[in-house]
């Protein structure tokens, strides 16, 4: 092969490395600000839940001059380094995505049981295309995320059914652990059980 060939070659792969490593270092930023995101999304998800009574009251904890959840980022710190001994990117991307597919399909059932419980609600914005009362769009989205769920491996699916199982066992000991008048008042009764009458119940239906 002529020198000069040979010299055109190594620049040009030389180049290729260059770029290569450019991308990289991008895909790395973009990863780390997502994480980031979800991070501090995540905090605030669990400090939200257990002001609501839904999570151990210990996580709505708050620190007085910033206000921000430290035991719930705490408990996100930890949960975060249980990742580490996976080793691999792919795996913890994996996790990631299954997790948002899980929402996803949370959300859309959640929209479907409201609009057959909660018929007269008042709502911002209805989700056009329904057959009766139910939404097509919401099914649609249910069977997507339910195919893209097949394509995740096995320690995806053992670590998202583990997360899961934890999350339910919590909220059902939380709920257990709840007052019965308050859990009376948050179901719709008052003190004594008798129904509590709401105006957005009784608004017309759209």
Known sequence: MPVGRRVALRGHAEKKAIVAKLIGAIALFSTANTALVTLVVAT???FGMARDGQMPAVLAAILPPRKTPWVAALVLLAGAAALLPMGRVEAVASLSS???LLAFTAVHAALIVLRFREPR?????RM???VGRLPLLPVLGILVAAGLLTQFGR???LAGGG?????GALFWVRKRR????KRATREGRGPAGSPMRSRSRHSPAR
């Open 155 to 157: 320690t995806a699916h």
């Open 121 to 125: 609600l008042a709502r911002p914005f």
């Open 163 to 167: 997360a899961i199982f934890v999350g």
């Open 178 to 181: 709840r007052p019965p008048t």
């Open 44 to 46: 605030r998800l669990l």
């Open 128 to 130: 056009p295309i329904a």
């Open 98 to 100: 299954l997790a948002s």
